[in-house]
């Protein structure tokens, strides 16, 4: 054989791993994709059952991302979003880490697709994570639902169930119920912001 044909022999096995490689990324990404169109429809009927149930609840969604408002009463109001992540990589957080795979495990196969959440109680970073797996199984952690776990393919009783969790949690930071609660805060305040409207530093407890 000469250095031509070994030369395109050799590329020839690269572009086949490659091609599983890049198939089995695409896998897991739709995987995700498609337990993350599950969860926000599961949370879009939470908040039907919500505004049913007294409060005021909205959930929108725009392509890859789910904007979830919930209102207790007037000027009482917290909101969730979630999105949809590009692209998967290796879980190198333990929590939510697939049991089978390690930190050290870099093969396509073990990778997840993640879907993150964001609230205005939590600042700018997210509060809420998502990983899901190639094989259907999901974790997450965060704010609002402290460890879970489940299936892409659970049935939708079990699905919604832990989407009613979500609101729920959301519900107790805006009434500050379930665990949640205010402290007076010990910072300045003076006549002038009592006059202009300015709330009083408070301490807010998290549910957990």
Not at 19 to 34: A, F, M, P, V, Y
Request: net charge neutral; aromatic share 8%; glycine share 12%.
């Amino acid at each position: 054989m000469g250095f031509e044909e070994s030369v395109l022999a050799r590329l020839g096995r690269y572009r086949e791993e490659a091609d599983r490689s890049l198939e089995t990324q695409r896998g897991i990404w739709k995987t995700t994709r498609r337990f993350s169109e599950r969860l926000f429809g599961g949370l879009e009927y939470s908040a039907a059952l919500g505004r049913r149930a007294g409060f005021g609840m909205e959930a929108e969604r725009a392509r890859n991302i789910l904007v979830l408002r919930v209102e207790a009463a007037p000027r009482t109001e917290t909101r969730l979003t979630l999105g949809l992540t590009n692209g998967v990589a290796a879980e190198t957080d333990e929590d939510l880490m697939h049991e089978e795979l390690s930190r050290y495990s870099l093969d396509p196969s073990g990778y997840s697709g993640r879907i993150l959440g964001w609230s205005e109680e939590a600042g700018e970073e997210p509060c809420q994570t998502f990983a899901v797996y190639g094989d259907g199984s999901w974790k997450t952690k965060g704010l609002f639902v402290t460890k879970a776990r489940g299936r892409v393919d659970d049935a939708d009783e079990i699905l919604n169930g832990f989407c009613l969790r979500i609101v729920g949690r959301l519900v107790d930071v805006v009434a500050m119920t379930g665990g949640t609660g205010r402290r007076w805060g010990t910072g300045s305040y003076t006549l002038p912001d009592l006059l202009s409207g300015v709330e009083h530093p408070m301490k807010v407890r998290r549910p957990k």
